[in-house]
């Protein structure tokens, strides 16, 4: 046993992160104490729950300590690997009891014990968390995660509905690959989950939608037949870092003619991210690639301080000359709209274009949208737009709809789009949302447009920026719908909306990610 402090210091007012949370709070807390467990210390917990991130969570001596691979009730011996002010790290080393509802993953390099229940000490996978948990338990975990947020971090006690989902495999419509090498060979790999800058080459991956992997793998092969043993970036020589392939259900730059066409031919893009921006280099990969078939679309993007294909987006534009593609079509007609009232059509988007990975879900989502019961039909804003799928939807059931996205290309896009379908019932806004809401507080309603009946949030992971909340607090919209792929920034911004004039009237999520932690959730609030 560990004797006290013999130099105690006072209490004090200190901020914490709280990785269940990925929120920092504030707490009064003994600073004093010292660490009652030990790096390089090994141990028996039994694991209580998972956090955020979907790793098992034990209190060993009280301290909240996080480990990979391990599920609720299991009880395993571990080892200390990091110690935070308010939390530890540890990797298993050996499972005593295992849940009943553990499962064996598709995955091969998924972290799973063997068949004594002993860990290796290989790198694993760290695209998925939740293979090794069965499918039901998964979605009770991430609802019961999407109430418990919004309980501790909003404090909102509100009913949270069983998850909406659909085909837990092959799913994915995009993937961002590194390179690996495996027994000599180069594959495709992705980050390892025990280090960030580590790859892991996998050999398949079920969560991928089966023509994206069979695109990936021919763009791969048709480089490694080019480049050779120079094609692996390893830190000082070597052509390419990794990858970004995505696969369409549409096909390059449609007339608006046959833009509501509904089946349309699968294409692929990828986008390379490379060492250097060589031109003879360029040149030899845009060869190489020309024979992919149905690859419509290739970028290069070279960053000197990227260490792997998880780059700046913003960067990575202002690397393109004019910020047009290297090589083939600089848009994509994409269709996702089988939940359009008035029958399919096609979205024009760009290789760099935000879309939901899960097109099925996406489908189902946008549909939900469409479904709510708004109390006026008015006025209708969608406040972070991308290429306007869900705003021209709305369009259908509101007399005025304004889209507004701060990214310029996806702005012109949706213009495009409207354009060639005769679309002229929403009004484009190409400004950030805040500064839009921040001009609308300033003026009232003596900018010339109406007090929106809706307004749709649907914000990067962050959430929205507080003049948003503001003014919508202020304004008052009928209805709200809030889209968040991060329970803890929108149970913070529910609260902002909830402590005086809004209310939440559903609270309904959404498994977009089968397999790992993210869960997508919608939150329709009506003025008080």
């Known amino acids: 046993m560990q004797s006290p402090n013999p130099n105690p210091i006072p209490q004090s007012l200190v901020l914490l992160h709280d990785p269940t949370l990925s929120i920092m709070s504030v707490e009064i807390q003994e600073t004093s104490r010292e660490f009652p467990l030990n790096l390089g210390q090994q141990l028996t917990v039994e694991i209580q729950r998972l956090n955020s991130q979907a790793e098992g969570t034990a209190r060993p001596e009280g301290l909240a300590t996080f480990i990979p691979g391990l599920l609720p009730e299991e009880t395993a011996q571990i080892e200390i690997e990091k110690i935070a002010k308010t939390f530890a790290r540890g990797k298993a080393l050996q499972i005593d009891r295992r849940s009943s ?14 068949e004594s229940g002993t860990f290796d000490s290989n790198l694993h996978c760290g695209g998925c968390q939740l293979q090794i948990y069965q499918r039901e338990k998964e979605l009770e975990h991430k609802q019961e995660f999407v109430r418990d947020n919004l309980s501790r971090v909003g404090g909102l006690k ?28 180069v594959r495709w790999g992705l980050r390892a989950l025990e280090e960030n800058e580590a790859s892991v080459a996998i050999p398949s991956c079920d969560i991928a939608r089966p023509e994206l992997w069979k695109s990936a793998q021919t763009i791969l092969i048709a480089l490694v037949e080019e480049f050779g043993s120079d094609l692996m970036w390893d830190g000082e020589k070597g052509y390419l870092r990794g990858a970004t392939v995505r696969v369409h259900t549409g096909r390059p730059n449609l007339p608006h003619q046959e833009m509501d066409r509904a089946s349309l031919d699968p294409c692929s893009v990828v986008i390379l991210a490379v060492a250097s921006q060589d031109m003879p280099l360029a040149l ?15 970028l290069s993007y070279s960053d000197p301080r990227a260490t792997n294909v998880y780059y700046d987006r913003t960067r990575f534009l202002n690397c393109l000359p004019n910020r047009e593609p290297f090589w083939g079509e600089a848009v994509i007609s994409e269709e996702l709209s089988s939940w359009h009232t008035t029958g399919p059509w096609a979205t024009l988007v760009g290789p760099m274009n935000f879309l939901q990975v899960n097109d099925e879900m996406a489908e189902r989502l946008y549909s939900k949208v469409l479904s709510l ?13 991308g290429v306007g799928i869900l705003t021209r939807a709305l369009a259908d059931r509101f007399e005025q709809v304004m889209g507004i996205e701060l990214d310029t290309q996806s702005i012109k896009l949706a213009r495009n789009t409207a354009r060639r379908l005769n679309d002229c019932r929403v009004e484009w806004v190409s400004e950030p949302a805040e500064v839009v809401f921040r001009a609308w507080n300033k003026g009232g309603h003596g900018t010339g447009r109406p007090k929106p009946d809706l307004v749709v949030l649907d914000p990067p992971r962050k959430g929205c920026q507080k003049e948003v909340l503001q003014t919508l607090n202020e304004v008052k919209p009928k209805d709200v719908v809030y889209i968040s792929c991060h329970p803890a920034a929108l149970a913070r911004d529910l609260k902002i909306l909830c402590k005086k004039n809004f209310e939440i009237v559903e609270t309904q999520p959404f498994d977009l990610f089968p397999q790992t932690h993210h869960v997508e959730t919608l939150v329709h609030l009506k003025a008080k």
């Open 101 to 114: 509802h553990r499962q064996q993953p598709r995955c091969p390099v998924h972290l799973n014990p063997d």
């Open 158 to 185: 509100v009913d949270v509905k069983p998850l909406v989902h659909g085909h837990p495999w092959g799913y994915r419509n995009k993937m961002s690959f590194s390179l690996a090498l495996d027994q000599g060979e």
């Open 284 to 298: 030899r990969a845009k060869a190489a690639l020309a024979s992919v078939p149905d690859l419509k679309t290739f």
């Open 373 to 385: 019961d708004f109390e006026g039909n008015g006025f209708a804003i969608d406040a972070f737009c």
